[in-house]
């Protein structure tokens, strides 16, 4: 969750302006300076323009009138936004869906965290008692079918390996087949993610998506896209490349333990109207929160 809130960083900067706002008086220049906080951070162009006018319209009926207003003005603005459009944060995990696993595919792009969220998630499910299996689909880079077996023995998860640069779409159906044959509940599918920009990555992420569609309809049940939570708007570019790409059904933010900047997860859910499903806290296996608009509103502003 964000280091620093929002109330910090606005008390900061522009104590002085937030002062004018709150007696009623709104200068142009003050509400530029909530502007410029908002976009800083992260929360994106869109939500940040509706914030300030939202305050602003309150301001000037009076309703904005102490520090409780108009912190409370901004926090639910933020939390009408997560609620928006398609923001259910719960998994859907069909059991016995024609006697096949659930199947979640994980994508992202290098470093977003795929790896490590797909050992946390696998952490999860086996805590509520769900048999987990997790398949190796990030063939392309030495060490990262090393990596997630790692991940998939201290989670008490089956694993599917592959051997290096196997065509990606042939490990999820082998992991789904190995699940079903195994009676597992769920099926966790890693991805590769070189250069989110490359077509051959694109093209790749569309053959896993459609195989897997094709032999076991309905599935995946999850395809859920990872994003690096300290990389700012980029995160938005990235989430609006895959999602243009496959149907991304959820998002999971990650490293927000390392940033102040938790207003990206707004920025995100807006850019392509996906729900928020889990936030990432830490390197750990415990470190996955799901989903909570109300308290993550709660945590960004502060209060
Ligand atoms: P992938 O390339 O998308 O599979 O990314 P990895 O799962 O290998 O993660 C890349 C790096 O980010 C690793 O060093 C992880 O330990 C780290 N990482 C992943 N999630 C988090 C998180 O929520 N917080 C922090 N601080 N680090 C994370
Ligand atoms: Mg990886």
Do not use: Y
């Not at 940033?259 to 936030?279: N, Q, R």
């Amino acid at each position: 969750m964000p280091r620093r809130s929002l109330w910090d960083r606005i008390k900061d900067v522009a104590l002085a302006d937030v002062t004018v706002l709150l007696r009623g008086g709104v200068r142009p220049g003050s509400l530029e300076r909530l502007e410029e906080i908002l976009l800083d951070a992260d929360l994106g162009v869109a939500t940040t323009l509706r914030l300030v006018a939202d305050v602003e319209r309150l301001a000037q009926r009076g309703t904005v009138s102490t520090e409780a207003d108009f912190l409370g003005a901004i926090r639910a603005g933020i939390e009408a936004t997560l609620r928006s459009g398609r923001s259910d944060a719960a998994l859907h995990l069909p059991t016995a869906s024609g006697g096949r696993p659930a199947v979640v595919v994980v994508l992202g792009v290098n470093g977003a965290g795929k790896t490590t969220f797909i050992g946390k998630l696998a952490t999860r499910l086996r805590e509520d008692g769900k048999r987990v299996l997790v398949g190796a689909g990030d063939t392309f880079r030495a060490g990262a079918v090393d990596q997630l077996r790692v991940w998939a023995e201290r989670a008490g998860a089956d694993f599917v390996g592959a051997a290096a640069g196997r065509d990606p779409a042939a490990v999820a159906v082998d992991a789904i087949e190995a699940g079903t044959a195994r009676g597992v509940d769920v099926v966790l599918i890693d991805t590769a993610g070189r250069l989110h920009t490359s077509t051959s990555l694109v093209d790749e992420l569309k053959k896993i998506v459609r195989v897997v569609a094709k032999r076991w309809p309905g599935a995946p049940d999850e395809t859920l896209l990872v994003l690096d939570g300290t990389i700012g708007q980029n995160a938005v570019a990235q989430a609006r490349v895959f999602a243009a790409a496959v149907p991304v059904t959820g998002l999971v933010v990650t490293k927000l333990d390392g940033t102040a900047k938790g207003g990206i997860v707004v920025a995100v859910h807006e850019a392509i109207d996906a729900p928020v499903k889990f936030v990432g806290v830490g390197e750990g296996a415990g470190d996955l929160l799901p989903f909570d608009a109300t308290a993550f509103a709660r945590e960004v502003v502060g209060a």
